[in-house]
């Protein structure tokens, strides 16, 4: 069977510093990826997703940039973050040509 | 593009109750839909999915959601509540061929009073 991985689970990190969250599939090979971003209130924004290796679309402009430098890993990064990146991220997988997607546990993430 | 309409922040039912969560879609034809389910602090479970076929779709937990082309509507039912039920809900919409990506409600969060 098929799992999702994301970690941390939480992230308490200051305004400035850098961020890596990271998000692996295992079970199943080629999956579309996603990272979204849940806000209170605001439901759930689509910020990247992938369809393949090196292969990323940006859904929005932010702070945020994200990489897959492996098949079925997932990574989120920052270089400065900012009190307003603030938020509940979900990574997401899902077959190829399906259309139901599985999410990971997220990862709180706190900017102070 | 797809979107997502859930008319309901918030809502309140007794233990036992019926319920039902609306949701409404915009899509040029026939859409993907799905229904999630979100415990606090946690990733989103899928509860049932509607591809083609019957408009009345059976799900986990005992939830059912019927696709009312008409209406542009999917609404979650539950003829009755449990405690266990209160959650966030969200509704989303799927294109049928070009991009995969999944289009999402602001979600419906659920309040069961005993």
């Known amino acids: 069977s098929q799992t999702i991985h994301q970690w941390p689970a939480t992230l308490v990190q200051p305004v400035g510093s850098p961020l890596s969250l990271e998000c692996t599939v295992e079970?199943?090979?080629?999956?579309?990826l996603y990272w979204y971003r849940q806000a209170a209130g605001r439901g759930l924004q689509l910020l990247f997703y992938?369809?393949?290796?090196?292969?990323i679309s940006s859904e929005v402009p932010q702070n945020l940039s994200a990489s897959r430098p492996q098949d079925r890993q997932f990574i989120l990064s920052s270089k400065k973050l900012l009190l307003s990146d603030s938020g509940f991220y979900l990574c997401?997988?899902?077959?190829?040509?399906?259309?139901?997607?599985?999410f990971g546990q997220g990862t709180r993430l706190t900017v102070v | 593009a797809q979107s997502v309409t859930q008319p309901d922040i918030h809502i309140t039912v007794s233990e036992g109750a019926s319920l039902e969560l609306r949701c409404n879609y915009s899509?040029?034809?026939?859409?993907?839909l799905f229904w999630y389910v979100q415990s606090p602090g946690q990733g989103l479970q899928l509860l049932l999915k509607?591809?083609?076929?019957?408009?009345l779709v059976q799900g986990i937990k005992g939830f059912e959601a019927e696709f009312k082309r008409s209406q542009s509507s999917f609404n979650l039912r539950k003829p009755s509540v449990h405690w266990s039920d209160a959650a966030e809900y969200f509704c989303a919409v799927g294109a049928r061929g070009g991009s995969e990506k999944l289009v999402f409600g602001k979600g419906t969060k659920l309040t069961v009073n005993p």
């Open positions: 997401a997988w899902q077959r190829q040509g399906a259309q139901e997607a599985f």
């Open positions: 079970g199943t090979s080629n999956p579309n």
């Open positions: 992938s369809v393949g290796i090196g292969q």
């Open positions: 899509y040029g034809a026939t859409p993907y």
């Open positions: 509607y591809f083609s076929g019957d408009t």
